[in-house]
Structure formats: structure tokens, C-alpha cells
């Protein structure tokens, strides 16, 4: 059960104690408390959890300083949908808006190698209007021979070169928590003008305690890709780590599971589970075509494969794309054979200004059909 106080009653105020204190005479119930930023204000919400059953959901819809009471199923509490929920979902990072509504193409280095790399990838974001961008400094290898990322010692230019081509929000993986810390620092000293969304990799999706280093902290947001060789469901409680130790804005992304029944492609493409993702949370999601498909093959109509994936993604609803470029893809340190050149990146954006015009469209032909008020409810599981 989701408590969400009027937008007055915060910590420390008489009316959030008069609550705390309702509730602690609850037995078998504990309440953790999130305070949830949005663009306007800051709301308090109060979590419970244990044995909410035997509450009186109308007496606590009651209580002064209680807004609304939100009854949520078992998975996912706070970052699934729930009967009745209409809490806002979605946030904005240093300008740049991300929910179900919203739509960000993110496209860079797989891996920083160098400066004229990362100058020459924001130079061309720039000539397309785009603001946000990837670039990996800490990269998780399958070999530990293998390349490892400049780590901490890129970021300066990487942040300064952002800054100086308008770039504002970069989806940089981490895979310890101390890169939190240098990803912070790195930021300070370059003026924070630019900022970074914390990628957790499909390697780390239930790296736990990682997890929950992210989750504590409140100055990034995430963008949290789904383990390739766990279900879906598993992926999403992995992300739910993240909520419930404070951090709700998390951007889900698809990236295609391992099997070989996927082949001649490096992952077997799951973007047909965007719409269910978007369904069972209020997650923004995203696809990643780069890794999903893992090959620059064409097909007869002339057009590649990983154009193909990020347009099917985009055409079910997807509100952000995750794509490796690079100048000079035969010299990439890692996934070279998957990465679009700079030429092509006008013609990708193209594509996907094409196919979220169509989702658009297909989204207004099915509102026609079907009125919004008519749409099914998800299913209220268990109530907890
Ligand atoms: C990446 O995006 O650079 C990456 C390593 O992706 P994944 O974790 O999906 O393999
Ligand atoms: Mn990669």
C-alpha cells in the first residue's frame, strides 16, 4: 500500500508525525518513507509493507495529510502500474524530459578510445540536434585480456567535449559503485554542464548490491537494461532494487536474450516486449538494437538489420533508442562489426523520426477505435 501525502506534509512537518504515529500502532506493517521530485514539487510518499491486509484502506484515505492511498500488487510496487494508481510517471534530467510520452534517440561509442573519437561523435550529434548521447568508459568484457575502458581517466574530456557540443545527458555504464563517486567528481570539475545516465548493464542486472549503490543515491537517473538470460520478470523486479531504495527514475531497456535460436543475430531480438513492459510498469523503455542484433548485415529492401530492430522497437512504442556509432568502426576497441558509421546517422535518425510518426499515428487509430476510458485496467494481483 502506497500512502501519498498532501504537498505540504513532508518529514519533520506535525501532520507527517500525527501519521507515522497512526501507523505505528499497526502491527506487522513498517512504512519506509521516499520523498519522489517531480518538475513542480517534491512529494512525500509512505510505503508499506509486511501485513497491509488488515488495514482499513478508507480510515487511512482519511488521516489529515493524506492525499491518496494506492493499493499495489505484490511486483513491482513502485515502479509497476497498479488498479487506480495515477501517479505521475516519468522525470526530467538537466532538461531533457523521459516517460511513456517521451521520445530520445541516444547514440555514441560503444567505448571510449579517444579524443578525436568522442569529438567527432558529438560534433555529428550536434549537426542532428541531438542532446543526448552513450559513451562507455567502464566497459564489463567477457575476457579480462580484453580492452577494460579508459575508466576514470576519459571522462574529463568526454564531459568537456559534451559540454562544449550542447550534449546534456550521456548513458555511461558502471559497473562498481565507486564510478558513481568519479562520475560525480569528473562532472564537478568539468562545471556540470553536461550530466549522465548511470547504464546498468545486462551483466550486472542483478548485481544486487550494485543495484542498491545506485538506487541510494539521487543526483542520476538510470537507465537499467533487462538480464540476457533471465525472464522478463526477473528483469523487473531486478529494477524495482533500484526503487525501492529511493531512485524511481529508471529508463528500462531491452537488449535482446542470449540463445542461439536468435542466430545469425548476437541475441535473439525481444522488442516485441515493449508494450508489456510498458504495461506492467511506468517505466520509459528503451531498445537497443546495437546489442540485440550485433551485426551490420543488409537485407535485400536495403536496409541494415539494426535499422530494422530500432524501428520495430520504435513502432510498438519504445520512448528511447541505445545505438553504437563510430568514426571509424574497423578501429573500434570493442563492437566494431555492430557499429553505424557518422554518414549513416542522418539517415537513422530518419528512420526513427518515420517509424515514431507511425506509432503515433497507429497509437490515434486505436484511440479512435478504442476510447482510452475503455481500455482495459491492468490486473490488480495480490494486493499487498
Ligand atoms: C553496452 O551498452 O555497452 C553494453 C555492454 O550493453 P549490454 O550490457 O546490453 O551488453
Ligand atoms: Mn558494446
Redesign the pocket.
Known amino acids: 500500500m502506497i500512502l501519498i501525502l498532501d504537498e505540504q506534509v513532508h518529514p519533520g512537518t506535525p501532520l507527517f508525525a500525527a501519521i507515522m504515529e497512526y501507523l505505528s500502532h499497526r502491527p506487522g506493517v513498517s512504512a519506509r518513507v521516499h520523498e519522489v521530485k517531480g518538475d513542480l514539487q517534491t512529494l512525500t510518499e509512505i510505503y508499506l509493507i509486511g501485513d497491509t491486509a488488515t488495514l482499513d484502506r478508507d480510515e487511512i484515505a482519511e488521516l489529515a495529510g493524506v492525499d491518496r492511498v494506492v493499493r499495489v500488487s505484490r511486483e513491482y510496487r513502485i515502479l509497476g502500474r497498479h488498479k487506480d494508481d495515477f501517479r505521475p510517471s516519468g522525470f526530467e534530467y538537466n532538461g531533457v524530459s523521459f516517460s511513456q510520452d517521451s521520445f530520445e534517440l541516444f547514440a555514441g561509442l560503444?567505448?571510449v578510445d579517444n579524443r578525436d573519437s568522442v569529438d567527432r561523435m558529438f560534433r555529428a550529434l550536434a549537426a542532428q540536434g541531438l542532446r543526448c548521447a552513450r559513451m562507455?568508459a567502464y566497459k564489463p568484457r567477457t575476457s579480462p585480456y580484453a580492452f577494460q575502458g579508459h575508466g576514470a581517466a576519459c571522462l574529463p574530456f568526454v564531459f568537456e567535449s559534451a559540454a562544449s557540443h550542447g550534449v546534456s545527458v550521456i548513458a555511461m555504464e558502471v559497473t562498481h559503485e565507486k564510478h558513481i563517486q568519479e562520475i560525480h567528481d569528473a562532472l564537478a570539475t568539468a562545471g556540470n554542464a553536461t550530466g549522465v545516465m548511470l547504464q546498468v548493464g545486462t551483466r550486472n542486472t542483478q548485481n544486487f548490491e550494485l543495484l542498491k549503490a545506485i538506487g541510494r543515491q539521487h543526483e542520476f537517473p538510470v537507465l537499467f537494461k533487462r538480464g540476457f538470460g533471465i525472464t522478463l520478470e526477473e528483469s523487473l523486479n531486478a529494477a524495482e532494487y533500484l526503487a525501492s531504495e529511493g531512485n524511481q527514475r529508471v529508463v528500462f531497456c531491452l537488449r535482446g536474450v542470449k540463445s542461439n535460436l536468435g542466430e545469425p543475430h548476437r541475441n535473439l531480438v525481444d522488442f516485441a516486449q515493449v508494450p508489456v513492459v510498458r504495461r506492467l510498469t511506468r517505466m520509459p523503455v528503451c531498445v537497443d538494437p546495437?546489442?540485440a542484433v550485433g551485426r551490420r548485415d543488409l537485407s535485400p529492401d536495403g536496409i541494415e538489420d539494426i535499422h530494422h530492430a530500432a524501428v520495430q522497437g520504435v513502432v510498438a512504442g519504445a520512448n528511447m533508442v541505445l545505438v553504437?556509432i563510430h568514426p571509424e568502426p574497423g578501429k573500434a576497441l570493442?563492437?566494431g562489426p555492430q557499429a553505424l558509421t557518422l554518414d549513416e546517422l542522418p539517415l537513422f535518425v530518419e528512420d526513427l523520426k518515420i517509424a515514431r510518426e507511425a506509432y503515433l499515428k497507429r497509437r490515434a487509430a486505436h484511440e479512435r477505435a478504442r476510447p482510452p476510458a475503455e481500455l482495459p485496467k491492468p490486473a490488480d494481483s495480490q494486493p499487498a
Do not use: L, P, R
Open positions: 560503444c567505448a562507455g546495437s546489442h553504437d570493442v563492437d
